[in-house]
């Protein structure tokens, strides 16, 4: 992996792309990997990725990164159509 990675580095800078632009591409594709992995649950992948939801986030917003597309449809149904569970804990 180290070579490949090298390779790359190489090969971008000799593309003359500015280190900024390099970092910024190398965390989207990063961040883009694991809310895939995890279909976009931003919790479950901000504690495979070390970080607070909140930061996640946050560095999403600024990467213009959509988790709808990775979520594959699937979403959690309204209160009013989910079964009612009777292991709630009663007001009292």
């Known amino acids: 992996m180290k070579d490949q990675l090298e ?8 593309s003359n792309i500015l280190y900024s632009e390099a970092v910024r591409e190398f965390k989207k ?5 694991v809310l895939e992995e995890n279909r976009g649950n ?4 901000a504690r495979q990725l070390g970080m607070h939801r909140n930061t996640l986030s946050r560095t999403m917003q ?7 597309p990775l979520r594959g449809g699937a ?3 309204p209160r009013s159509a989910r ?3 009777l292991e709630r804990k009663q007001a009292r």
Do not use: G, N, S, W
């Not at 600024?62 to 709808?68: F, G, S, Y």
């Open 83 to 85: 079964p009612i569970t």
């Open 29 to 33: 594709h990063f961040l883009v990997t």
């Open 7 to 14: 390779a790359l580095v190489l090969q971008m800078y000799k």
């Open 75 to 77: 979403k959690r149904p």
């Open 42 to 45: 931003q919790c479950k992948a």
């Open 62 to 68: 600024e990467l213009k990164i959509d988790v709808r």
